[in-house]
């Protein structure tokens, strides 16, 4: 008889044809033993495999957790030492030195986070014996809000990308960008979805002629999002041009298509920041989830219904929505702070 642990056989304790002698006290422990039945790699694949078939993990999630746990393999690699031997100092040393460099407490948060749950996984896979990170707390935290753009901001974002349509262009191709970097800041601008969202909607989700997009959100949950006149007209300025997008692949099922895909999200973020270089805004601040939550924060600021808001964002729960409360909340703060007479020394 055997037990079988995730595909590797081991001989059961009852079998007959176990015959096993106790380990002398020369030989290694079944904790140090535990590397040569999973190494690093293994561990981190089965890891990912359960965020993605119990979790409902997206991809992006997923590759998320891996670079954080990845870093911490590094550290321990360099210290010859493997990832899922760790023990509890080899944590808090990591996150000590994280500190000592000057990481974001946010930052070193996240990590901590993610080794957490990775050693919880692997715990509860029988794959060690503990959890290093059970007694280890992250750093505190304040609650952060969301950086956005002010109206007069987007704004200027707007009028830098139809400023480029102006321009002389000496191929079709670059036209064909000019014209898609109008429609990325209006549709980012207007519907507030998120940039993973948009780089992988279909052209058919492009529904109610061009006035709504039916947008796969987290865990493929749906939702359908209106679109503004403005970034309706400048999406349909865009698709005669999707053509010259799709490289030599044909006709592509993607709304904005690249070299046989879809656009990159990292492609988009440096399409914004040429576009802020062009409108004189600072490229730090300009990125395709500020979009998002400028979108949010200007609405609110306009007396929309929270609830309708959190629909069109694609939040499972309001709580998250209501961050954008906060902000408005401190803008009136300043407002009073800087322009009421008895606010004044």
């Known amino acids: 008889m055997t037990v079988t642990a995730r595909g590797a056989e081991f ?33 981190l694949e089965l890891f990912k495999e359960m965020l993605q078939a119990e979790r409902g993990a997206t ?22 030492s493997d990832l899922v031997g760790a023990d509890t100092a080899a944590v808090r040393a990591f996150l000590s030195e994280l500190s000592e460099n000057g990481l974001a407490p946010r930052t070193a948060a996240r990590r901590l986070s993610a080794l957490k749950q990775f050693f919880r996984f692997l715990q509860a896979e029988d794959l060690r014996a503990d959890n290093p990170c059970a007694k280890i707390e992250g750093p505190r935290l304040g609650q952060p809000l969301p ?32 014209v898609r970097a109008l429609a990325l800041v209006e549709l980012l601008y207007a519907t507030g979805v998120r940039v993973s969202e948009l780089v992988k909607l279909p052209f058919e989700n492009v529904i109610e002629g061009r006035k709504c997009l039916l947008v796969a ?18 999406l349909a300025k865009y698709e005669p041009f999707r053509k010259l997008h799709t490289g030599q692949g044909g006709p592509s ?28 805004l600072p490229k730090e601040k300009v990125s395709p989830h500020v979009l998002r939550h400028a979108f949010a924060t200007h609405l609110l600021a306009n007396a929309a219904d929270l609830r309708a808001v959190q629909k069109m964002l694609g939040h499972a ?3 998250t929505t209501q961050i954008y409360t906060h902000i408005l909340d401190d803008r009136l703060k300043a407002v009073v702070r800087n322009h009421h007479p008895l606010a004044r020394p």
Not at 59 to 80: A, C, P
Not at 155 to 178: M, P
Not at 217 to 234: D, L, Q, W
Request: one cysteine or more.
């Open 11 to 43: 001989p059961s304790a009852t079998d007959d044809t176990c015959d096993l002698e106790p380990p002398s006290a020369t030989e290694k422990s079944p904790d140090a033993l535990r590397a040569q039945i999973i190494d690093d790699s293994r561990a």
């Open 59 to 80: 991809e992006n999630t997923t590759d998320s957790y891996e670079l954080d746990i990845k870093h911490f393999g590094v550290w321990q690699s360099s210290r010859g």
């Open 147 to 178: 950086k956005i753009l002010s109206e007069d901001q987007v704004a200027q974002l707007l009028v830098a990308a139809r400023d480029q349509l102006s321009g002389d262009f000496r191929t079709a191709r670059k036209r064909a960008d000019a």
């Open 217 to 234: 959100g987290k865990r493929g949950k749906e939702r359908i999002v209106p679109v503004g006149e403005p970034a309706e007209a400048a």
């Open 253 to 280: 099922k993607w709304l904005f298509p690249s070299h046989g895909g879809h656009l990159t999200r990292h492609r988009v973020a440096q399409i914004l920041k040429d576009l802020a270089s062009q409108a004189g």
């Open 317 to 319: 729960d309001i709580s």
